[in-house]
């Protein structure tokens, strides 16, 4: 594959993932077309969108204040971790890779 086609590949992936956000921070705003304080329905959209993506990336995606979110979370009293499950795994199998190569690192004498 020539490296122009992987850029374009690249590209285009990108391209997709930022109208599936567009269209998602469209569909929120579009629950409240008042648009002066927040819907019901516009925080329980964003309350599940925390508990699957994480409340940061729900900050990003749909414009929101970090806090707001917290806040609306709290209220429901629901708990919803930093990081989607997967971070913390690829975390764990990354400082795995690093205590490798400092024992590799050591034994050589580097």
């Known amino acids: 594959m020539d490296k122009l086609d992987k850029l374009s590949t690249k590209e285009l992936i990108r391209l997709y993932i930022e109208v599936e956000n ?3 921070l469209f569909y929120f705003n579009s629950l409240n077309p008042d648009g002066r304080e927040y819907s019901p329905e516009q925080k329980e959209y964003a309350i599940e969108k925390a508990k699957s993506i994480g409340v940061r990336a729900t900050s990003r995606l749909l414009n929101l204040p ?3 979110i917290q806040r609306w979370l709290r209220e429901k009293g629901v708990t919803v971790k930093r990081c989607p499950n997967w971070v913390y795994d ?4 990354r400082r795995k890779r690093r ?4 024992r590799i690192k ?5």
């Open 106 to 110: 050591a034994y050589r004498g580097y």
């Open 22 to 24: 567009r269209k998602q």
């Open 66 to 68: 970090r806090r707001t």
């Open 90 to 93: 690829w975390a764990y199998w």
């Open 99 to 102: 205590e490798k190569w400092e």
